[in-house]
C-alpha cells in the first residue's frame, strides 16, 4: 500500500517534529534541557531590550519568546535555530509601526502584533507556494552592509536610554541631531549606571572566560557564567536603583511589568493598517528568513544535516501568527542566541520549547522584580550585542573584488543609515538586480580564433591564436535576450562594416543559454542584413535547450549558413585550412 | 587645431541639423516638400481626432503638430520620422490626466501640458546621460501584446462617438458596461454618419487605390488620392451636417475652434501636479520612444542610414517640451505617419518643418470650416487607423516558441484589457524581468563528456560521450551571481553525495560570464565542503575577464585543484588515459 506511507511522508514534510520525535530519547532530552536553560538565561534580558528597542512594553518581548518557540519547534527544520525577537527586526518594527502610531499607545502595540500575522501569513504562503527562491535575489554582500548598518542604527538609537534624555529619528543623521539636541538634559546617574555597564557588558563578552579559566574553573561553567554576564547587569543595576531611590532622581526604569503568560487574542484586521504595513511586512519577512536561514545552514552543515528552505519560511510564519495571536511582536531566528544553542548541545527543536517554558516561568514569577531595572542596563545589552555585528570588512572586500558588488554594499550602507532601514534594504536589492541586468545588457562578445595544436578558440585579444580572414568568429558571453538583442545588432553591424572580405559569422554560442523571441527577431534581422552584403551566418557550440527551442522556429530554414556541434568544426568547414598567421597578442 | 574640430563635431552630435543642413539643395527641398503636403493631409484629421482620444480640445491636437515638429527637424536624427500626435500616447495622456481632472475642464487641459512638459524632461535628461539602453528593456512580444491591446482599447472607446452616446472607463470591461449601459440612447444619425464614415475609410484603405489604377491613373497620385481619404470624409460629413442642421438632430460635432497660432506659455509647475503625473510621463516617454526608435530604426535601414538612439531621445524630449509650451500636449513618432513620410520621398526632417507649416496654415484658415465636423467622423479615423495595429499573432508565435515569453505577453494584452494602459504595460515590463531573474536563478547544469575523435566536450544526456568514473564535470549555463549561487552549493552537495569514488570535480566555465563576490563566497564554500570528503576542485575555460577578477581574491590560493585553459586539458590531466567507456546516450 503505498497512498498511506506517501501521505505520510507528507505529513512528515510538513510537520518535521514527527520525524524527530520518533527517536526521542532520554540523553538528547538531556542535552536539549541543558541548552534551554543557558539560552533561557541569555534570552530573557534580550526580550526585554528588544522589546525597548523596538518601542513596546517590556512584556511583549517575552510573549514574543513562548508561544512562537512552541510554533517552530513543530514547523522548523533546524535543530539549532533560537527563535525569537531579535534586533534587526526589532528595528525595523519600530520603523515600520513608528509612521502608523505614537510609541506607548495601544494603537502602536496593536500595529506591532498585526505586522507579526501580517509577516506570519506572507512566511508561510511563501513557504506553501516554495518561494523560498526570492530570498537569494539578496545578494551577501547586500545583507552584509544592511546588517552593518542597522548595528549602527540600533547603537545609536540606545544612546538615549545610556544619557537618560529623548531623541527620535530613523535616520543617523535625525538620530545624531536629536540627541545633540536633547544633551543637555543628560542625567549623570542613568550615564554612569550605562557607561558602567556597556563597559561590564563589554569585559564579560572577552575577559571573564580566560579569567575564570585562570582559576581553574571547567570550561562549561566558565561558558555559562561569561554568557550570564547580562543577567548579572540587569540584577545588579535593579538592586542599585531600588536600594538608592534612584528613580526618584531621574532614572528611568521599566516600571510595572504585568504577570502572567500572554493573553491570547486576535491581532486586528483593520484593512487601513494592513494595506500600511504590507511593505513593511514583506521586507521584515525576507529579512527575518535571510538572516534565520544562513545561520540555519551553517548550523545544520557543521553536523551534515540538512534544512529545507521552504518549510523553514512555515515554521517563521506559524513563530509569527504564534506571536501575534499571544501578545508578542515580528520574530525570526536570532544569530548569536542559535550559536549559543548550538554550542549548549541542543539537538532538536524540543530545546526552543524548553526555553519557551523557561520565559513562561519568567513572565510568571519575576516578573515583580524587573520594576526597578533601569533602561539604560537594557541598552547596555543591546548595544554590546549589536557592535558585534558591525562589520565593514565588506567594502574591502568588495572594493578590491568588484565594484559593481561595491556599489550595491555602499548604497545599501549609506541609504540605510541616511534613511532608514525601509529604503536601504529595498535600494540595495534593486541596486544589484538592477547592476546585473544592466551588465547583461551589454553582453561581453570576444572575436576568437584557434588556439595553436589544439581545436579550443579563445580572444584574439588574449591569445595568440589562428584566424582567417574570410571568417569572423564572435563568442556572445551572455545569454540572448530582450534587453542586449539590439546590442548584438549593432554590434554585428559595425565588426562587419569594414574593408576585410568578410563571407563568414560565426557565432559561438558556448556561453548562450537562452535566446528568447526577441533575440530571436533579432537574430532574423541580422541573418537577412548579412544576407544582403552576401555574408553567411552560422552558429556553433549551440547548447541542447536553445537548439531544441531553435528548431521550433523558422529561424534555421532562413538562415544562409550552418549550425557547427563545436566550433572546431565551423573552423575546418570554413577556413579551409587557408587559416593565416597568428593574431597579435 | 584639434579642439575647434572636436567642438565642432560635438556640436553636429548635439543638433543633427548642422549635419543634413550642410548639404541641402533644390532637389532635397522639393523631395521633402511633397512629403509633407502628403503628411499634412494626413495630419489634420488625424491631429484633430487624437485630440479627441485624448479628451481634450480639437485644437490641442493642431497645436501638438507644429513647434514639435519644429524642435524634431533640428533635433532628431532619423530623416523621416512623423512626429506629432499618436493613437497609444493620447490614450495613455487620457488615463493619466483622467485620473487628476474632469475631461473639458481647465484644469484637464493644463494637466496634459504639463504631462507633455515633465515627459520632455525626462526623455531629454535620459538622452543627455546616454540611458537609451533603457528602452531595451522592454521585449519586442510586450510591445507587440502591449500595442494590440492598446489598439482595441481604443477602437472601443471611440464607439461612443459612433452611436453618439456617453461612456466612460479605462479598461475594456468598464468601456462595454458603460457603452451597454448608455446604449438606449443612442443617436441614429450620428449612427449612420459613424458606419458609413468607417465602411468608407476602411474601403478607402484596400479598395480605392486598386479602382484608381484600374481607370489608368499613375500611381502617385492613386496614392496620394487614398491618402485623402480621411479628409474627404471629414469635408463630406462637415458639409452633410452643415447642410441638415444635423447638429440641432444631437449629432454632436466639434464646434468652434480658435482661429491663430498656438499660445506660447509656461505649463504648470504645481509640485502636486508633478508628482501625481511622473509615473505616467516615465511610461509615455519610454513607450514612446520605443513605438518611434523602432519606426526611425526600420526606415533608416532601409537607406542603409543610422540613427543614434540617444540623441533621439533629445530630439523626442525637445519635441514634448516644444508642445507644452505652445498649449499642445505628448507627441512621439507616429508608425503609419513615418512610413508615408518616408514613401512620399521625404530625405531630410526638414520635411517634418515643413509640415508644420501646413499645419500652421491650417490652423490659421481652416479652423472655421471645422465648427459643423462630426465626432462621429473623428472616431471613425481612430477606428480604422487603430485596428490595423491589432495583431494577435504574436500570441501564436510565441507560444510555439517559448513559454516565457507567451506568458509576458498574455499577462501584458489580459492586463491592459482589464486594468487600462499604465498597469498593462508595467506588468508586461516587470514580469519579462522578473521571469529572466527566475530563469537564471535556477540554471541549467549539464554533466559533460568527451565526444570521442573530438577535443569537445557535450552533456553526457544529450549526446554519446566518453566518461571517467573519479572526474565529474559540470558545465554551469549560467554566469554566477547572487540569485543562483546557492543554488550551486545544493546541486553540487548532492550530485556527489553519492557512492562513487569521486576524485575531481571540474567546473566547466565557458558559459560563466560573472562571477559576483556572492557567487565567489558559494565557490569558497563549495571548496571547503568538497576538501573535507576528499575531492579536489577544478575549473577550466575560465574566459578573460573573469579569471582577472578571480586572481585578485584568494580564492585561487586556497582552491584544491587547478585552473585549465580547456576542458580537454582538464580531461587530459585528471582522467589519465583511464576513460570508461561511452555514457549512454
Known sequence: MSLPRLSLAQLERHLPILQWAKTYDRDTLTSDAVAAVIVTIMLIPQSLAYALLAGLPAEMGLYASILPLVAYAIFGTSRALAVGPVAVVSLMTAAAVGNLALQGTAEYAAAAIALAFISGLILTVMGLFRLGFLANFLSHPVIAGFITASGILIATSQLKHIFGIDAHGHSLTALLQSLYAHLPETNVITLVIGVVTTGFLFWVRKGLKPLLLGTGMNSRLADILAKAGPVGAVAATTLVVWLFGLQNHGVRIVGEVPTGLPPLSLPSFSADIWSSLFVSALLISIIGFVESVSVAQTLAAKKRQRIVPDQELVGLGTSNIAAAISGGYPVTGGFARSVVNFDAGAETPAAGAFTAIGIALAALLLTPLLFFLPKATLAATIIVAVLSLVDFSILKKTWGYSKVDFSAVAATVLLTLGFGVEVGVSAGVILSIGLFLYKTSRPHVAEVGLVPGTQHFRNILRHKVKTHHELVTLRIDESLYFANARF???????????????????????????????????????????????????????????????????????????VFLSQYDAWAALARGKASGLAAQ
Open 488 to 562: 548584438l545588432e549593432d554590434y554585428i553591424n559595425d565588426r562587419v562594416a569594414c574593408d576585410e572580405p568578410i563571407k563568414h559569422v560565426v557565432l559561438m554560442c558556448s556561453a548562450v543559454n537562452e535566446i528568447d523571441m526577441s533575440a530571436l527577431e533579432s537574430l532574423e534581422e541580422i541573418n537577412h542584413r548579412l544576407k544582403d552584403m552576401g555574408i553567411s551566418l552560422h552558429m556553433s557550440e549551440v547548447k541542447g535547450p536553445v537548439m531544441d527551442r531553435l528548431k521550433r522556429s523558422h529561424f534555421l530554414d532562413d538562415m544562409t549558413g550552418q
